[in-house]
């Protein structure tokens, strides 16, 4: 594969992470901008860590993501009350403080950026931890904290009513979410080898947010395949020049008027799996 | 050099309410975050431009050429990406406009280039000092188009019949078309009137500021939100004047503190607000005026 | 008499052939074409440095091919555009070298997208040029594949800052920098006030704005207060323009110096008469009077409508004219199994560049990697930049 090739593939698969990062508070009805924010966040501290004080890849990784969910999980508090456009508003300017932090940040290059980090990401890292990530989604459907999830984003008073610990579920929803940016940011950090901070601006949360709702925002498969065909596009169709982004516009205006919910919605992964048990059936009996 | 940056700001303030109102006037009646608000507000100032540069007319003639402009291409946007998307998914519309400010910024930068133009040098600016505080006539241009806009966008909404229609809708879309409200025409209007304003802004902004460029919307995005968020949503009275005050404490920000966190300033603000007082100075929706 | 006759022509034929066997095989490169890639960004804020590069190296690849190329092969560019996002001139960088196996690169352009392109290009074993970054520091750490054929902006703008202190005797001195961009935030924080202090004078306010930052009232009405006798500027063009636009409007008329990013005629053009007077520094000059600085000048003016070429132009033709020189001097092949060999023979060509005399003057390549050469002083006189006098 060429290194072209692997370029785009490993980019996919860290919007992939970042749009499963806000999917997650997503699926608990609470949108987030900030995960441009927590990116930063974990790219920054894992580059620190790795560049500066010769901790390893993964270790710093993990740590990076670490100190983005506890972020997380201190913007959580005021979103425990806040719901919608407000909501928006406050992950929004909260991921800028962030964005202004770094680029004030002298030890970490302030707007001169960072870079010499080692190049530790690869095709086979992104993509194990996307592998983890669909696990985890898979499994939390099923499970307790998943339904509590599900209830909450349809009607959270009625949620709280049948005893679902609603402050619990948001916290756990924005850290863990959280953490997985952090992740994205370190890797994404030791792949292009250089950071700065006006990348992680609220332009790029907005990015994300688009990937989710394109793919769909009920079910977190369209988080996979939004980030998956957003990111091939604009590569695709390099041949149009500078009617690229036009046409992107475009197409993402046009799939809201066809189809708003998204790619998929539960209906269609729903038929989906029918359909492939049916078909696995009938392979096991002929 | 206190007054100086009070008026600095006040100036500053304006030109930032102009575009809030829009904003906040969609949100209020169509409950839409307008990204594509920004790019309206900068093709306007593109059509102000290319008017005076093609037929060598006055600002007027290019203030009003640059609202119907840009109102008219608010009505298109409402036409082609708004009006058919299913408003049951809250976000779908959200995510549109999203969509079309991508297609108008490459627009822009397509046509335009990417450099920052001017209008011509050809605008008379007459500076008016008092003592050691100055005003120029392009900041009272802009403070009073921006005072008598918004006197008649208030007139309008709270006098005319059409006003009262758009305020029913805000409270309430379907009761409103039970009673017999066209309220496709009343989203028609709400993306009329706003752009026309934006494109307005963006005429004025170019005037002063001599920055027009394609990406001169995306940095309107947030200030807009912001401004929204300070007046209460949908509150028209509260965009000017929490326009005003953004432009105040930017402008104090930079001039008695440390200028790098300016930015920092104003989302601090924005979560402040959020965390103490969500609903804003003058509280939300247009019929709580 | 005849046999004589017959055999001088033979031997002067042997001979001939001799020397035409002799002489190195020039006209010997392989292939259908020397394929250099180009990475520029065509959109997004700095697209101008991105256009005029790209208009002068295709002036370069133009003159070359109608002369016959390069070793009797045609000189191709490849062009992809960046639009200004770091991730693409990664991928870009990529593309161009496994996949349409460049011999060469040019670019980036901007300080940040080489900051990121340099490690990759660095272990792909390929040479990449920048005709324009001005950021110290980037070629440096990343020997000894990276090279910029440009000054960077502390050697460039030290002697223009003293001369200017001198001429308009400045002892109190504002800066007002960029604090979002990288080579502004290094004129502003690293390169003024140290020079300053040399000279003698006293920063009295050092104030930053950012990006996309276009009302500045709020910035001159303090400096206003501390009474500056000169103001330093480090942001791009346009803003910088505009900074002085508004430095005019409120009274503050003391002189003026900018950073390298307003070598540009985009500073003229956008600051118009209130720019003039301003003093900057560059690596080149469109309206030198040199002959050669002339036609070039004249041939862009040709193709991008009237519009002065900013230094980018320059370094990039030149850059193009010193690859040819490189190849017929270092025995590049051109082959498909050279390629290694090839870039590598690049790379020693581009290591030993001494005194190439180019129509941005006369250009060597430093240790560090950097160009090294006579930067012009220069002052804003009558809507045109013109050199300042040592």
Redesign the interface.
Known sequence: M???T???FI?MGINIIMALSLYLPCSAGQISLAQAGFMAIGAYTSSLLTRDYGVPFYPALVLGGLLAAMTGVLVGFPAIRIKGIYLLLLTLAFGEMVRVFF??FTPAG????M??ME?KTNLVNVYAIVGVLILFFSRLRGSRMGRALESMSDDEVAAEATGVNIVRAKLVAFGVGAFMAGLGGGLYAHY???I?S??FGFLLAVEFFVFVVFGGIEVFWGAIVGSVLLTIIP?AVRFL?DFRMIFFGMTIVILMIVRPQGLLDKQLVDGIARHARRLYIFRGVS | ?FF??LI??L??GATYALVAIGYTLIFGILNLLHFAHGEVFMLGAFIGLQLVLWTNCSIAVALVGAMIGAGLLGLMIERVSFRHVDKRYHLAPLISTIGVSIILQEFG?TIF????L?FP?TIQ?V?YRFGSI?V?SLHLWILGTALALMTVIHLVIHRTKIGIAMRVTAENATTASLMGINTDGVVSITFLISSALAGAAGVL?GLV???I?P??G??MVLKGFTIMLLGGLGNVKGAMVGGILLGMV???S???L???Y??GFSFGIMILILIARPTGLFGTRLHEE | MRARAIGGIMVAACLLALLFLLTPAQAGLKGDAVKVGVIVPL??????WGQHSLIGANIACDEINASGGIGGVPLKLIVY?TASK??QA???T??L???DQVLIILGPILS?EC??VF??IN??NIVAVSPTSA?PGLSA?NRPWAFRNNLTSDKTLEPALKKWAENHKVKKVAIIY?????V???EGVKVFPPAFKQLGAEVIDS??????D??F???I??L??KQPDGVAIAAQA??AA?IV?EMR???LNVPVITGVECANP?FIK?G??AVEGAYTASATWADSPDPRVKKFTAEFMKRKNGEKPNSGAFKAYDSIYIIKGIIEKNGVTNAPEDLAKDRERLREGWKALKDFPGVSGVTSINADGDGQSEPTILEVKEGRWVEVKR
Not at chain 3, 207 to 212: C, E, L, M
Request: aromatic letters at 6%; hydrophobic letters at 30%.
């Open positions: 060429s290194g072209y692997e370029s785009i980019f680029l004030n302030g707007a001169s950026g870079g010499g190049l292009a080898l250089y700065d006006s990348k590569e020049k | 050099m100086q940056q600095n700001g100036m500053l930068v280039g990417g450099d920052q001017s040098e600016v500076v100055q120029t902004i500021y001599h920055a460029s990406f001169m995306t940095a930017e402008v104090f930079v001039g008695y440390a200028s790098s300016k930015d | 959109a997004g804020p700095a697209v101008s555009d770091s991730d990664i991928a870009l990529k593309k070298t496994e996949q940040s900051a990121v490690p990759v272990r792909m950021e750490n960029d604090s979002s961009d990288g502004s935030t290094g104030i930053t704005v950012q990006k996309n276009i009302d009232s709020a910035h009405t303090r206003k207060g346009e803003q505009n636009r409007r409120q009274g985009l956008t118009q008469s």
